[in-house]
């Protein structure tokens, strides 16, 4: 005979939060990406470790939410793509800023630190 | 500027879908590589390093989804992605397709056609330039009664109310012509059918007031219908130019004889314009100064005194014109109505000074002027055809909602059987909103799929209903071709059952508890989930839909047997002249252009000619055929204390007149009530007498002694009429539903007029089957004069079968959806047994296998299904009860609740639903219980 399960877990809220998350941190992980290119480019797989090293512990990313993220970013024309070879001889995607990239980058450092000051004097205050 | 370059990149990425999965592919893989690669660094064994790593990138289907919704035109893409996998599951389940798509092509096409016949004869605007200020005067009269038509010196008159309307067209009914192009023989084939096509006769402003167009040629020049004419002029329809003369151009400019009279085609009118009748189609618009020449025969009422001489422009009392106004822009009905009822009643003035009475002048006095919209069109149809048109388009609403019972039924059933297959989907991250997205793109393709078989049935069957449904024996020339209307019907209805009936099912099998399906993965395959069982309390939505299906197929049902059994009651009633071997043969005469005298002695060689064919026992003629749809009318005074007279009335008797040769009672077989028909020595010269009918009897003397008093007749052309030397039974005149008019018969020998119906009674067992008989009549006819147009030969039962045509049309249509609901009802029954059977296999393995007996299981299983009949028809019945109420006005001689039909409808029903229950239960009893537990 068939019994109810005592799990349940509804997979519409999951898949809801999974949205919420990445819409959330979609401006800060961009931020992040483009930081993380202006020394030179990177490979997606590059990019997620300096993400994780910087940032450990604080900030908690699926290393799959990137891959989105940097696809955007690319549709937005910030960075470009190419294929090429890594450190090990293999085929990897390189990820690297364009101009206007480089000009986002400045305008949105400039405004996150102006945001991040004002948020620290008002914690301290 | 960023926005606009990101939709373009999506756009074009649209195009290189692989190519870029491909590039995701590949980057994941190179991702966890490295990752896992780090990790064994790190000094985890390999299995763990990639186990870590897989775990550290997340849900690589989420992201994939995640990805591509990043990646291209969203919205555009899962559309085609969904459609395509919709596609393929539909074409994977051949037998569920057909099922659904032919249940709703059934319903969609029975709703769009009847859309079409109601949207042609009650919704659409003509199009004419300013519908909606076009209104239709007609006289309220003392009695309460509209009545039409007007005369042309009243058209004169009001068509001088130039501030509140720009115009006012005058226009007659449509009627019947000979119509053949200058130069062809006079008659092709003697005795055979005349060319023939519909003329009316309009003003001259008709078409420039209506602002319509031609497609060739002109319209009316300003003079061309003023009297007093004649302007032998013509304006074809676009419809009959195709029809007849395959849009031939030269066509303009060409001489055609109508009812003999020669007329020049000066244009062809524009495309879709069929006159201000939205259920007639003239071929041939002529100006009304035509009239005398074509010989007009349509409505043409006299009352008072009246001048032969004097053409029809200069009669008052000559009622046979249909008038529609144009209001002018901002000036209200009410305003309109008030400016020309200043007019109508000076008007009446004239009217009035030409009675004969002080009783009709006051009735003309007390008329009033009323108007009504005509934006979309007139039509007499209108009144008899409103009924059963909302009846039939309930109906056919009610076979649409049964049909998408069965299709959330059927889409229930495979969502259940997908539940495995939803529950591993949402298992690996899809969200629960796109799966509800593509199983709506499934019912949606379905259901636009079957709009699109719709339309198709709905072309075949508006046609089919146009032809059925003729109003009076005349064939309604309604527009039906499909146009954008129809399409916007039929688009909305498939959408609307693809989203109400697919959603319900689509929310259920995504609201799934995941683990438990998984973990049931085989069993659910079998069928059946958890939830399921819980069926006892709740009544699962399945079921609930088969209990609605089968309590609104009762309803069909009962109506399509209270609606079959008024139409065979009306083949059935008395009509009062014996039918069978009773032959009845069209004629115009009066085309032929001779005198009275010549006339006379025409139909004297007629009678003596079809006599002497062999099996032909008696002949006569008559000046409207029986069952005929056009009469004469007169008034009778009533007797003036006479003796044995009823009370006296001021009012005179508004009787049917009917011209008659001696014959006609002994050939139509109908009986005397007293006295005696007519009789050869009843001829010119003799003294004058009349028959009349049982009701008129009644009205004017006591009943039993109405032999041997006199009848006076008001208008002056019967002086010296007559005395009544019989009275004939009651009969059925024009239609087999009306309650006898009063009616007086005169031999023709005594008071001249037109015969235009002739009526054969063959010998008993001369074999009255047609075709010989006609033929002899036809060659009869043809041989008595050559030129005598034959219009049709039927016999009276085929006559009685077309005057109830519109009656019989709506009874078989009931009568074909009743069986269609009662076989989508009978499906939907089954499908949802034969799924709870196999939904239950194990179950009824088990019990089979602790020694249920087969009978046992049956019974089981019919149990189950009989609860569902038993409910669907207690909601039938409570529902028949309200709804053949409504209907009970088009029934006849036969009660809204009549107790046979509704225990036949029942019965019928239960039966045909017991049975599509009893092959998913004979399929339970036949369960192999070693078979079904292994399946477990």
Do not use: M
């Given at each position: 005979m068939r019994h109810e399960s005592?799990?349940?877990?509804?997979s519409d809220e999951s898949g809801g939060n999974e949205e919420t998350r990445s819409e959330l941190l979609a401006g800060t992980l961009a931020l992040m990406v483009l930081r993380t290119l202006a020394p030179g480019p990177m490979h997606g797989y590059g990019i997620a470790q300096r993400i994780q090293q910087v940032s450990r512990d604080v900030l908690q990313v699926?290393?799959?939410?990137l891959y989105p993220a940097l696809l955007r970013l690319e549709q937005r024309g910030l960075i470009s793509s190419r294929w090429g070879t890594s450190e090990n001889n293999r085929r990897a995607r390189f990820y690297s800023l364009t101009r206007t990239g480089r000009r986002e980058l400045e305008a949105e450092t400039g405004r996150w630190l102006r945001f991040s000051e004002a948020m620290g004097r008002l914690l301290e205050a | 500027m960023t926005t606009l370059r990101t939709w373009a990149v999506r756009l074009a990425s649209l195009f290189r879908r692989r190519q870029l999965d491909e590039r995701l592919d590949e980057e994941i893989r190179f991702h966890l590589e490295m990752q896992a690669r780090e990790n064994q660094a790190r000094g985890m064994s390999p299995e763990e390093a990639r186990r870590t790593a897989r775990h550290a990138f997340g849900q690589v289907e989420a992201l994939k989804e995640a990805y591509r919704e990043r990646r291209g035109v969203p919205a555009l893409e899962t559309l085609a992605r969904d459609l395509r996998y919709a596609v393929r599951m539909l074409r994977k389940s051949p037998g569920f397709t057909a099922v659904a798509l032919l249940s709703l092509a059934f319903g969609v096409g029975a709703n769009c056609a009847i859309f079409g016949v109601v949207d042609a004869l009650l919704l659409k605007s003509l199009?004419?330039?300013?519908?909606?200020r076009l209104v239709a005067l007609s006289a309220r009269l003392p009695s309460g009664e509209l009545f039409p038509l007007f005369s042309y010196p009243a058209y004169e008159r009001l068509a001088a109310a130039r501030p509140v309307c720009s115009g006012l067209v005058a226009f007659t009914d449509q009627f019947r012509a000979t119509v053949r192009p200058e130069?062809?023989?006079?008659?092709?084939?003697?005795?055979r059918m005349p060319e023939t096509a519909n003329a009316a006769l309009v003003s001259a402003n008709f078409f420039s007031l209506l602002g319509v167009g031609t497609a060739s040629g002109r319209t009316f020049?300003?003079?061309?219908?003023?009297?007093?004419?004649?302007?032998?002029v013509a304006v074809m329809s676009y419809g009959y130019w195709q029809r007849r003369?395959?849009?031939?151009?030269?066509?303009?400019g060409r001489a055609l004889r109508v009812n003999g009279a020669a007329v020049t085609v000066v244009g062809v009118a524009a495309r879709?314009?069929?006159?201000?009748?939205?259920?007639a189609a003239p071929d041939l618009f002529l100006p009304l100064t035509l009239h005398g020449a074509v010989k007009h025969r349509g409505n043409f009422l006299i009352q008072?005194?009246?001048?032969?001489?004097?053409?029809?422009?200069?009669?008052?009392?000559a009622y046979w014109l249909t008038l529609v106004a144009k209001r002018r822009p901002g000036v209200g009905e009410r305003q309109a109505a008030a400016a020309l009822g200043v007019i109508f009643q000076a008007e009446k003035e004239a009217e009035a000074a030409?009675?004969?009475?002080a009783q009709d002048r006051r009735d003309i006095l007390a008329e009033a002027l009323v108007l009504r919209p005509a934006g979309r069109g007139l039509a007499d149809s209108r009144a008899t055809l409103t009924a059963p048109l909302m009846i039939l388009s309930a109906v056919a609403g009610l076979v649409l909602l049964i049909a998408c019972a069965n299709l959330a039924n059927l889409l229930l059933a495979r969502a259940d059987r997908r539940r495995t297959e939803m529950a591993v989907r949402l298992g690996i991250g899809a969200g629960r909103g796109r799966l509800v997205r593509q199983l709506l793109t499934e019912s949606l393709l379905l259901a636009g799929l079957g709009g699109v078989l719709g339309l198709l049935f709905a072309w075949w069957g508006s046609r089919l209903l146009v032809g059925l449904v003729q109003g009076n024996g005349q064939t309604l020339a309604l527009?039906?071709?499909?146009?954008g209307r129809k399409l916007a019907f039929a688009a909305a209805v498939a959408l609307l059952t693809g989203i109400a009936f697919g959603l319900a099912p689509a929310l259920r099998a995504t609201r799934i508890d995941i683990a438990s399906s998984l973990k049931q993965g085989a069993a659910a395959a079998g069928g059946g989930a958890a939830?399921?069982?819980?069926?006892r309390r709740r009544m699962p939505l399945g079921r609930l839909l088969v209990v609605a299906q089968v309590g609104l197929s009762l309803p069909l049902l009962i109506g399509a047997g209270l609606f079959v059994r008024s139409l065979r009651n009306l083949m059935r009633?008395?009509?009062?002249?014996?039918?069978?071997g009773l032959v009845q043969v069209t004629i115009r005469?009066?085309?032929?252009?001779?005198d009275d005298g010549r006339l006379a002695a025409l139909y004297d060689r007629l009678v003596e000619r079809i006599e002497a064919?062999?099996?032909?026992r008696s002949v006569s003629l008559s000046d409207s055929g029986l069952l005929g749809t056009s009469w004469s009318v007169t008034d009778v005074e009533p007797p003036s204390?006479?003796?044995?007279?009823?009370?006296?009335?001021?009012e005179s008797i508004n009787v049917q007149r009917s011209t008659v040769t001696w014959r006609f009672f002994a050939t139509a077989g109908m009986r005397m009530a007293q006295g005696r028909g007519f009789a050869p020595?009843?001829?010119?010269?003799a003294p004058k007498v009349a028959v009349i009918n049982e009701t008129l009897a009644r009205r004017l003397f006591s009943p039993a002694r109405a032999v041997g008093h006199r009848l006076r007749f008001k208008?002056?052309?019967?002086?010296?009429?007559?005395?009544?030397?019989g009275v004939v039974r009651d009969a059925?005149?024009?239609?087999?539903t009306e309650t006898a008019p009063p009616v007086v018969y005169l031999p023709v020998t005594q008071s001249f007029e037109q015969l235009n119906a002739i009526q054969v009674r063959a010998a008993?067992?001369?074999?009255?089957?047609?075709a010989a008989l006609a033929e002899s009549l036809r060659r009869a006819a043809a041989e008595t004069d050559p030129n005598l147009a034959v219009f049709s030969i039927a016999t009276i039962d085929q006559q009685l079968a077309r005057s109830l045509s519109y009656r019989s049309a709506v009874a078989k249509l009931i009568g074909f959806f009743g069986l269609l609901a009662l076989l989508l009802a009978a499906t939907g029954l089954y499908g949802v047994m034969a799924y709870s059977v196999a939904r239950r296999t194990s179950e009824i393995g088990l019990r089979m296998a602790l020694g249920a007996p087969r009978g046992l299981v049956l019974r089981l299983v019919l149990r189950e299904t009989a609860r569902l009949i038993g409910l669907g028809v207690a909601a039938g019945l409570a529902a028949a009860l309200a709804a053949t109420r409504a209907a009970a006005s088009q029934l006849?001689?036969?009660?809204?609740?009549d107790p046979a039909t509704v225990l036949a409808a029942t019965a019928a029903l239960a039966l045909v639903a017991l049975a599509a229950g009893f092959l998913p239960a004979r399929r339970a009893a036949h369960t192999d219980p070693a078979v079904a537990l292994r399946g477990e």
């Open positions: 005592g799990v349940t877990r509804k699926n290393q799959g939410s | 199009p004419v330039a300013g519908a909606e130069g062809a023989a006079e008659a092709a084939t003697p005795g020049g300003a003079e061309e219908g003023r009297p007093p004419g004649p302007h032998p003369y395959g849009r031939d151009p030269r066509v303009v879709g314009f069929t006159g201000l009748f939205a259920d008072g005194s009246y001048d032969e001489a004097a053409p029809p422009w200069r009669q008052p009392n030409l009675q004969l009475t527009d039906v071709a499909i146009d939830g399921h069982r819980g069926g009633v008395d009509t009062g002249f014996a039918r069978l005469p009066g085309l032929l252009g001779y064919l062999p099996g032909v204390g006479a003796p044995g007279a009823a009370p006296a009335r001021d020595q009843d001829r010119e010269g208008n002056p052309r019967f002086a010296g009429c007559c005395e009544v030397v059925k005149y024009h239609e087999v008993p067992g001369a074999g009255t089957a047609g006849f001689g036969v009660s809204a609740f």
